[in-house]
Each structure stands twice: as structure tokens, then as C-alpha cells.
């Protein structure tokens, strides 16, 4: 994959935490008591009981991370 950005090759791997891995547009306040509504976020990760993981492609050259959540990791 070629990096939107500059154009160079970018690596293909992935991003794992240690807990899901999600896009939202609004992010908790307090990160201990999560919130129940989920409805504006977009899971990023599969594996979500054991390894949340999610693909993804780094650019070197300008030290960005671009998810493709299209793509489950398996």
C-alpha cells in the first residue's frame, strides 16, 4: 500500500492493546467507568476477548499509522 500522504511504500502489520480497539467521536470523560452508549463508535479490532488486534499499515517516512478496518485480523 502507498502512503497517501508522501507516497512511499508503507509496512503492512497490525495494532494490538490490551483492550478493544475503537474510533469514537466522543471519547469518555473518566476511562474508568466507561460509557454505555456505543452507537458513534466503529470497532477497529477483532480478537476482543483474548488479543484485540487490528490490521494496519505504518509510513516510515512520515510516521503514520493508517487501520484498515475492512479487513478482520485472523
Known amino acids: 500500500m502507498r502512503c497517501p500522504y508522501c507516497n512511499e511504500e508503507m509496512i503492512c502489520g497490525s495494532v494490538q492493546s490490551q483492550r478493544e480497539i475503537f474510533f469514537t467521536t466522543k471519547p469518555d470523560k473518566n476511562w474508568l467507568i466507561p460509557s454505555i452508549n456505543k452507537k458513534d463508535e466503529i470497532i477497529l479490532s477483532s480478537h476482543n476477548w483474548s488479543k484485540p488486534t487490528c490490521m494496519a499499515y505504518h509510513c ?15
Not at 516510515?60 to 485472523?74: H, Q
Open 60 to 74: 516510515p517516512a512520515c510516521r503514520k499509522v493508517i487501520i484498515d478496518y475492512s479487513v478482520k485480523s485472523e
